[in-house]
């Protein structure tokens, strides 16, 4: 039967993944030097990103007249509410193949207090964060703009800022951040769907947080930076692999599913000695190694809990990298810098407590029916459903 679902849930997956592409969270970012009543602005978003909009891809110096037209209507600096005019041509400058930077300069009028506003993307991405920040006569600071909040007051008409964004707009930021990134919510899903008990739930939550929090300091801070495309598709990897674990627990134990589970590790671990894909060869012969001793000492022992507790802390690790991204781009000076990880890093806590407060509930009530068969039936879809959906998140992102 759970075969059945599996074959099911990725025939589905597959159907529905290149319309819904990889869109999980809507960001980007701009730098404004500004200098009297002048200003430069340079705006950096994803080639993804873009796609949202009507105009195509961004190809220096190559740039579609309509993008040149929108962006500065829609991220503008303003004087006394008076939009500044666009000074000469708006430019896509040299970047990484997957990013656009493009840059334009504005001149306001000689009076009334400067003000940034964005309104980018909210057309296509409602809940798109733009974070500006600001190099002035009163050094750098940095504003998180969305929806509910569009525009940055600054506190002189020479620019100067009246702040940066408080500890309780990152905690926002970090609860917008795990509620929209879907991989992070199903590997958690993954790990909750076979926990029988509260204290199994602690252990597990406890042990994927200090994980994610360790690697998301280490990488804000700017101590580790691994290839955020590796980082993605070994994401999408550790759910295959913890709903492989769960199929195999549902399946009686069977011993195809680990062996599936290495050999296919072990044939990317190939493929990328050819020079195929985003994870390095090292790293997926590593992950057979580590996921067949993973099920040899599951089969000795009869409630896993203390190591699923293991296996979502080693994974916990890779997610921090994933939760690092905005923080990382934003490129904080280090006095903006802690304040900032704080509140990131309470704010994903908190989306991710609300999440098994949530979930976790109603796995325990269907558990406790008398029959006992759609809880079943909640473990076996919901496992194929995850296999399906971490299978397609590795290889779109490893081998598109």
Known sequence: ?????????????????????????????SSWEIEGRDARIRFRITQLELTRLPWGIVSPP????ELAAYLPDVLRLEAGGVVCAVVGPV???AAPNDRALIEWRVSCPSAGALAIRSELMLEVAPSHLHFARIRSGGGITERVLSNTE??????????TSEGGSSIASYVRVGIEHIATGYDHIVFLLALLLLAARLGEVVTIVTGFTIAH????????????????????????????????ENGWHLSGRRLIVPRVVVAGLALSGLLAMAGV????????????????????????VERPARLRAAIAFCFGLVHGFGFAGVLTEIALPQGRLL????????????????????IWPLLLGLSRLASGRPHRVVMEVGTAAICAMGFYWMVERAYA
């Open 91 to 93: 430019r896509a400058l």
């Open 213 to 244: 929090s360790i690697t998301l300091a280490l990488a804000a801070l700017g101590r580790l930076q691994p290839e955020a495309a590796a980082v993605e598709a070994l994401i999408g990897c550790s759910i295959v692999i913890v709903a492989a």
């Open 339 to 358: 304040p900032a990880l704080l509140g990131f890093n309470v704010g994903v806590e908190v989306g991710q407590l609300a999440i098994v407060a949530l």
């Open 277 to 300: 894909g985003a994870i390095s060869a090292i790293t997926l012969f590593g992950l057979a190694l580590f996921s067949g001793c993973y099920f040899a000492l599951l089969d000795r």
């Open 62 to 65: 190559a740039l579609q007249p």
């Open 150 to 159: 569009r525009v940055w007051q600054l506190g002189a008409t020479d620019g």
């Open 1 to 29: 039967m759970l075969a059945l679902w599996l074959a099911a849930a990725f025939a589905l997956s597959v159907g529905i993944a290149e319309p819904a592409t990889a869109h999980t969270r809507s960001t980007s970012y």
